[in-house]
């Protein structure tokens, strides 16, 4: 870097462990005061200091560096009111970032403690001096990147705190590494830095900005007991509107009540209905009765005629069976196939030869006709003339 006033200029050396202790980031145009060694530069013959402590010229400078840092980061829309998030009313974890031995801590935890007794993850930084900006941005990212429902429970409201002090003590909150921390933080953020009076970028790009550690407890969480007389008061006005609304709809329904009609005239034209049908009913029953029973008579009839149709038929079917056997059966059907029947004289059928021979006389009985004859002995027998016809030509007699 080159070191220049009015009239002169010299190069200037500054190791990096040095730089990292630096309170604030050097830039063209800033006015410092530059303690060091003057040596030279072997290779070129040239003058240059090397940088042992490097502090801004006076507050002024330092607000103008804060004044340009702060229009460029507007400029960008960090500080904007729309990407401002909403402070939560009531979190159930809170973390605060701040250091963990000075008063501001035991400040916040008190005060949380008598307002509403909550859950604190406190990430112990510097806030001061060398690192400082780095720890706090980096404690910030940190709470911002827990993931809810881990082992250490996620915040739902940060603070971050220091107390009061000079405008090189608060520096570190000026820083752009902290300003964009806060920025891109998921978790609503309150910056408490300082007193009432201290400003730093970090408050104009928190979602809420508190005068002092204290008050950034007050805004996080409500009174106790301020909450639970609200409630109590909610729900004695809450019982009260209801009683109202009650009352109020009891009243209507009484007037809405006296309008309507009496219930008797309401229902005389059913009742009259109803006892029209009660005395339709039995006539209309009897009808549908009697119209049942004719019906059924009608059926019952064809089915017992069919009945008897089916048996008479069944009865002729069997009628004409036995007839065709009769007939088979019947005596006179062997004399068609030539045999002839041997009786005697009283009509008695002889099958026997003792009954033919003690007949002595006897009829022989052909399919055409009847022949009388005489037993003369039991190989011959006489034949009177018959009382028919001759046999048919070419049918055999009985003896033949």
């Known amino acids: 870097m080159g070191l220049k006033d009015e009239s002169a200029v010299i190069d200037g050396v500054i190791w990096k462990g040095q730089a990292n202790r630096l309170a604030f980031a ?151 590494a902290v300003v964009r921390a806060i920025a891109d933080c998921a978790i609503p953020v309150i910056s408490a830095v300082g007193h009432e009076t201290d400003t730093t970028l970090a408050d104009f790009v928190a979602d809420m900005r508190a005068p002092t550690p204290t008050a950034a407890a007050e805004l996080a969480v409500p009174v106790r007991a301020e909450l639970l007389a609200m409630l109590t008061q909610t729900s004695l006005r809450t019982a009260q509107a209801i009683r109202r609304h009650v009352e109020r709809l009891a009243e209507r329904l009484a007037n809405a009540a006296r309008l309507l009609p009496k219930r008797d005239s309401l229902f005389t034209a059913q009742v009259q209905r109803v006892d029209d049908l009660a005395e339709r009913l039995p006539r209309v029953l009897r009808t549908r009765l009697d119209l049942a029973q004719s019906f059924f008579a009608q059926r019952t009839g064809r089915l017992r005629l069919d009945l008897v149709r089916s048996r008479l038929s069944d009865g002729q079917t069997r009628l004409d069976g036995l007839s065709r056997l009769l007939d088979q059966l019947h005596p006179e059907r062997p004399l068609e196939r030539g045999y002839a029947r041997i009786t005697a004289r009283d009509g008695k059928t002889l099958v026997t030869v003792a009954s033919v021979r003690k007949a002595k006389a006897v009829t022989l009985k052909f399919a055409d006709g009847a022949v009388d004859a005489r037993v003369e002995d039991a190989g011959k027998a006489s034949y009177p003339k018959s009382r028919k016809s001759t046999p048919k030509p070419g049918q055999p007699g009985l003896f033949d």
Do not use: C
């Open 26 to 176: 050097p830039e063209d145009g800033i006015e410092v005061i530059a303690t060091g060694k003057l040596t030279t530069y072997p290779g070129r013959s040239k003058y240059q200091i090397v940088i042992e402590r490097l502090e801004v010229a006076g507050e002024g400078a330092l607000m103008q560096l804060l004044e340009q840092r702060r229009k460029a980061l507007a400029a960008e829309g960090l500080f904007a009111e729309e990407r401002k998030k909403r402070i939560p009313y009531l979190p159930r974890v809170i973390g605060v970032v701040t250091s963990p031995t000075g008063a501001v801590i035991r400040d916040i935890l008190h005060r949380l403690a008598d307002r509403m007794p909550s859950h604190v993850i406190v990430w112990p930084v510097i806030v001061q001096g060398e690192g400082a900006a780095e720890q706090v941005a980096r404690a910030v990212r940190g709470f911002g990147a827990m993931e809810r429902g881990g082992n250490i429970p996620r915040p739902d409201l940060l603070i971050v705190a220091r107390g009061g002090g000079s405008i090189e003590d608060l520096w570190a909150f000026n820083e752009e």
